[in-house]
């Protein structure tokens, strides 16, 4: 199911806010950072580590994607593209894709809470 491996340096962006998703990746090694936005700055306001996914979120729904994401240190990813979870949902029930989408309006909304 993974496309390609993504090695990134400490200090270099994986993603930001804002911009449109065709992939979401697999963090195999290292660490990064979430930022968002608040004024002209940047403010941290996530880790993500080794084992865990990153920009699901935008992948599966379509939306921009609702934060920034660098590298802390070095980083392995595996890159996972949309058509291949397009393949995985085509063969699910609809029930499992209504909650996947459910899920991910609740979490979006509860994000758009969060005051930095």
């Known amino acids: ?4 491996i993504l090695n990134l340096e400490a200090g270099n962006y994986l993603m930001r ?12 090694s290292g660490t990064l950072g979430v930022f968002k ?3 002209d700055a940047e403010q941290q306001i ?3 580590y080794s084992g865990e996914l990153v920009g ?3 992948f599966i729904d379509g939306e921009p994607r609702s934060a920034t994401v660098k590298a802390l240190g070095d980083c392995e990813l595996k890159v996972i ?11 699910q029930p609809k029930w499992y894709k209504a909650l ?17």
């Open 46 to 48: 996530g880790t993500i």
């Open 37 to 39: 936005r608040k004024g």
């Open 1 to 4: 199911m993974y496309h390609e």
């Open 17 to 28: 806010e804002g911009e449109e998703s065709n992939e979401m990746y697999y963090l195999s």
């Open 81 to 91: 593209p949309k058509d291949a979870l397009q393949r995985y949902l085509g063969g």
């Open 56 to 58: 699901e979120m935008s």
């Open 100 to 116: 996947v989408q459910t899920l991910l309006d609740r979490l979006r909304r509860a994000n758009s809470r969060v005051r930095i």
